[in-house]
T-cell receptor, first 112, second 111 residues
Framework: DQQVKQNSPSLSVQEGRISILNCDYT??????FLWYKKYPAEGPTFLIS?????DKNEDGRFTVFLNKSAKHLSLHIVPSQPGDSAVYFC???????????FGTGTQLKVEL | DGGITQSPKYLFRKEGQNVTLSCEQN?????MYWYRQDPGQGLRLIYY???????QKGDIAEGYSVSREKKESFPLTVTSAQKNPTAFYLC??????????FGQGTRLTVV
């Protein structure tokens, strides 16, 4: 039972443009949402998070949007840079516990 | 420095052998996790522990075992019962409702 889906396995964007990565979930018990970035052969690194009581959180070039009614999470990167090329995972924490569930990942490629 | 450390970075195992992957953290986090990543796939949860001396199976626990005797340590044993053990293994630790911090991973190859 796949509770978290990132329907786009890959995304290609030109440098300077906006990258939009999407994530859909089915479990309404999730109450904390995160985005991670991963380079090959390395551990993921934390990017940005949002709690269920908010609908937007911004940190520099990164903005996370949460639409609870649609059970949809998105990450906007603007402007996109070549160093942003990596795999991006959305992740969720269930309320009352610490179980961390990841999406399947989206490979972002930022082209010059 | 505070952080989470996995060792070794590369590990080779003969078929039929058990092997243990180490994960240590000094972040004082209660929760620790083991994930597996296969080429082109996401992170799949093997086991997780929310407190010392307690752990739960994740989505793909078969063929694996763990222990949590100390808060700082969460070793993962890949047993001979695991049919496809070759993968990249990631350990993480997490405080309550905060982001998880990951180690650098262990690449296990069965030869």
């Amino acid at each position: 039972d796949q509770q978290v889906k990132q329907n786009s396995p890959s995304l290609s964007v030109q440098e300077g443009r906006i990258s939009i990565l999407n994530c859909d979930y089915t479990n309404s018990m999730f109450d904390y949402f995160l985005w991670y970035k991963k380079y090959p052969a390395e551990g993921p690194t934390f990017l940005i998070s949002i709690s269920s009581i908010k609908d937007k959180n911004e940190d520099g070039r990164f903005t996370v949007f949460l639409n609870k009614s649609a059970k949809h999470l998105s990450l906007h990167i603007v402007p996109s840079q070549p160093g942003d090329s990596a795999v991006y995972f959305c992740a969720f924490i269930t309320g009352g516990g610490n179980k961390l569930t990841f999406g399947t990942g989206t490979q972002l490629k930022v082209e010059l | 420095d505070g952080g989470i450390t996995q060792s070794p970075k590369y590990l080779f195992r003969k078929e039929g052998q058990n092997v243990t992957l180490s994960c240590e953290q000094n972040l004082n986090h209660d929760a620790m996790y083991w994930y597996r990543q296969d080429p082109g796939q996401g992170l799949r949860l093997i086991y997780y522990s929310q407190i010392v001396n307690d752990f739960q199976k994740g989505d793909i626990a078969e063929g694996y075992s763990v222990s949590r005797e100390k808060k700082e340590s969460f070793p993962l044993t890949v047993t001979s019962a695991q049919k496809n053990p070759t993968a990249f293994y990631l350990c993480a630790s997490q405080g309550l409702n905060t982001e998880a911090f990951f180690g650098q991973g262990t690449r296990l190859t069965v030869v």
